[in-house]
């Protein structure tokens, strides 16, 4: 046990999926995951442990663990579930604003880059604006399942902000202007702390809401979206082989 998390040694799986959202890590358990069990509730932040059948059959133990909304709360999960019960793989499934008009509602965004103004490593590289990227393993694995399944899917930098209600336009206008694809609140972290730690991590992000065009998804639609996302997460951790 942690601070953070209840679980006992042994009930967290060496791949995990990181939504933001604890209640999405409820659904996303129950949905994709054979005899999920409960094993983290400690301030309401849920997690589940169960295995995921691949397509060929063979089963693979997986945690779905949500990490709260932005960059503080994600790297302290992140941080106890890699230090401190061995996770090797953490991908990030969650819900993406698009900052390019080609970029659309219900498309993926696989993050191969995350900038950020600041997050909690930034008082370690002082001066220096580190590059935090998604392992390539992941991405490529991430990119050939989502193009097998004909889901629409980008990669590229993104933009992990601080803050949920910008006041920074002119950041915002700079940030289009040079090509960034979505914006979102924890990849830039949870990159850092993986190459930090020297474990893989990958952002798959499913556009909810487009910052040009200013559409969002209707609630009874984000579930089926967010599956797609999900199926592309897990395909990747466990690329079929050959793949």
């Known amino acids: ?63 779905i663990h949500g990490s709260g909304m932005g960059m503080p709360s994600l790297s302290i999960y992140a941080n106890e579930l890699i230090r401190d019960y061995g996770a090797q793989t953490i991908i990030r499934i969650g819900s993406a604003g698009a900052m390019q008009e080609h970029v659309k509602l219900r ?4 993050a191969q880059t995350a900038s950020c103004a600041g997050s909690p490593s930034r008082t370690i590289f002082r001066e220096l604006n580190f590059a935090p990227a998604a ?74 809401d487009h910052l040009l065009t200013h559409e969002a998804l209707p609630a009874s639609e984000r579930e089926t979206s967010f599956a797609a996302m999900i199926d592309i997460a897990l395909n990747a951790a466990f690329p079929a082989r050959g793949a």
């Open 1 to 63: 046990m942690t601070f953070h998390i209840g679980a006992r040694h042994g009930e967290i799986a060496e791949t995990v999926l990181l939504p933001g959202d604890p209640y999405r890590a409820k659904w996303a358990a129950l949905k994709f995951l054979e005899n999920p069990v409960l094993v983290n509730e400690v301030r309401g932040m849920l997690g589940y442990t169960g295995t995921w059948r691949d397509p060929s059959g063979k089963e693979h133990p997986v945690t």
């Open 107 to 110: 498309d993926v965004v696989l």
């Open 135 to 208: 392992d390539f393993g992941l991405l490529a694995a991430a990119h050939a399942a989502a193009s097998a399944q004909g889901v629409p899917v980008h990669v590229g930098g993104i933009y992990s902000s601080d803050t949920f209600y910008d006041e920074r336009q002119d950041l915002t206008a700079q940030l289009m202007r040079h090509g960034c694809l979505a914006v979102e609140m924890e990849a830039a972290e949870l990159y850092t702390l993986a190459a930090r730690y020297n474990r893989r991590a990958l952002a798959v992000l499913t556009i909810s």
